[in-house]
């Protein structure tokens, strides 16, 4: 498992991911889910104000680091439980900011995210990036918080 510590994974963000990557996910994603759906997105971002892109990148960096520490934690942990809340936190603040109207995610939804992360590809990559297994660990964490937590 990567260790954040190393020089290589400190400071983790989405500049870090070659534009080439980018335009790889961006296709990947047309080729799932439509052009239609992949412009509703892109013009839901172009929408947004400099500060509230900001403000999602900053919290998408900072959430970053803190899923990279969960590696090597048991899923039940408190530690990774609170990771876990935060990314569900930050989830529904996303989708609210995008869609400008109030988003919850429910137990079914934040399972369906949970199972992305290990079933669609570009999903898999994002976590992996951060740390290798990260995909299927936190992913199993999501579930167990759910269960816990959403039902």
């Known amino acids: 498992m990567n260790d954040i510590n190393k020089p290589d994974n400190q ?3 989405a500049t870090d991911t ?5 335009e790889r ?7 799932r889910d439509g052009d239609e759906k992949v412009d509703e997105r892109l013009e839901q971002l172009a929408q947004l104000s400099m500060e509230d ?3 999602l990148k900053e919290k998408a960096d900072a959430l970053n680091v803190q ?4 590696s090597g934690l048991a899923i039940e942990s408190e530690a990774v ?3 876990v809340k935060q990314y569900l936190d930050y989830t529904e603040f996303a ?10 995610v429910d137990f079914d939804k934040f399972i369906d995210f949970a199972h992305g992360i290990v079933e669609n590809e570009d999903k898999k990559a994002a976590f992996e990036h951060l740390g290798n297994g990260l995909a299927k660990h936190f992913s199993a964490a999501m579930v167990y918080f759910a269960g816990q937590n959403l039902k």
Not at 18 to 22: D, H, N, Q, Y
Not at 25 to 31: G, N
């Open 11 to 13: 400071e983790l963000s």
């Open 18 to 22: 070659p534009s080439a990557e980018l």
């Open 25 to 31: 996910w961006e296709k990947i994603a047309r080729e």
């Open 53 to 55: 892109t900001l403000e």
């Open 67 to 70: 899923i990279a520490t969960t």
């Open 81 to 83: 439980q609170s990771v």
């Open 95 to 104: 989708l609210s900011t995008l869609q400008n109207k109030p988003v919850t």
